[in-house]
């Protein structure tokens, strides 16, 4: 049986989720091993990397700030990781490390538990944000065969430079994107407005089919003001605490050949 040395890796990591995680399932399903959370600055990756495969770790979560300065150190990088261009999970086998980005699999997987029978092909997304987040949920439309995303951002060069990895992006800007509503299917949000101590989501759903369903990344507040406007008029919200979860869930298949069911009680314990 696989033996866990697993780690998230990043600066700061005290409140990083992902020691709780890891833990739990791996008590829940009696697989030996340990998962902690290792503070490494940006100035020390290489070094304290080396440092980590000589001590026999073998699941890496990686976290800002080296998700994407620790591609050039890796042996091999997954297709979803290269387009997303950010990697948060390496396994290490026989010293060489294979990275991928689970987040995009997190973020669909959330979706279809939470809506079973959404459908994804040839339907249209809006996305506000063009950040990391955005761009692995975007990756993840794009697998799942949406063919018409919007994405709108504050910072709209941002947003066009995404249109390099994923052509047939629509941007729009960000003072139209309550016009650019109109006809979605999905509508998500993966900038940090309306998390706990940010600036209010200002957005009308006035445009938004009421069929189409309102995913907020932001998990803290579980139920952010745009996930209450959606519910208050018929659509349905979907919170972001599945996407964190979800995607760890991805990375504990990889590293101990486990597919972990996502409880209440792991969900509560996280909140
Ligand atoms: N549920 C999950 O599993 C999960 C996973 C990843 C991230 N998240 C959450 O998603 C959010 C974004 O994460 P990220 O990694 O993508 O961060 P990021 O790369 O820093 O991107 C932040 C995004 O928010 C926008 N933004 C920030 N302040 C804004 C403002 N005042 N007005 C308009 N737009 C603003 C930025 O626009 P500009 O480009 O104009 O700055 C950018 O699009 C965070 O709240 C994070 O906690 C959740």
Not at 128 to 146: F, K, N, P, S, T
Not at 190 to 214: C, F, K, N, W, Y
Request: glycine letters at 8%; charged letters at 20%; proline letters at 4%.
């Amino acid at each position: 049986m696989t033996i866990l040395k697993g780690a998230v890796i990043g600066y700061p990591v005290q409140k990083s989720k992902s020691p709780l995680i890891y833990r739990h399932w791996l008590k829940a399903y009696g697989i030996p091993g340990n998962y902690e959370a290792i503070e490494i600055q940006a100035d020390e990756l290489s070094h304290r990397l080396s440092q980590l495969i000589d001590q026999g770790y073998n699941g890496l979560s990686v976290t800002l700030p080296h998700k994407q300065t620790i591609m050039s150190l890796c042996d091999e990088i997954d297709d979803t990781a290269r387009a997303i261009g950010a990697v948060n999970s390496i396994q290490i086998k026989d010293g060489k490390l294979y990275a991928t980005n689970t987040d995009a699999f997190g973020f669909i997987q959330n979706i279809k538990i939470a809506v079973p029978d959404f459908i994804f092909k040839n339907r249209r997304a809006c996305v506000l944000g063009a950040g990391g987040a955005a761009r692995a949920i975007i990756q993840g439309l794009v697998e799942q065969g949406m063919t018409d995303i919007i994405v709108t951002n504050r910072t709209r060069t941002r947003a066009e430079d995404m249109v390099t990895t994923f052509p047939s992006l629509r941007v729009v800007d960000w003072a139209d994107k309550d016009q650019a509503l109109s006809g979605i299917d999905l509508l998500v949000n993966t900038t940090s407005l309306g998390m706990e101590g940010q600036d209010r989501l200002d957005i009308s759903l006035d445009h938004l089919p009421p069929s189409a369903v309102v995913n907020d990344i932001v998990y803290y507040p579980l139920m952010t003001d745009l996930l209450k406007n959606a519910e208050s008029r018929g659509n349905k919200p979907i919170t972001g605490i599945g996407m964190l979860i979800h995607q760890a869930c991805r990375s504990f298949h990889n590293w101990c050949g486990v597919d972990p069911v996502v409880t209440d009680d792991l969900i509560q314990a996280v909140l």
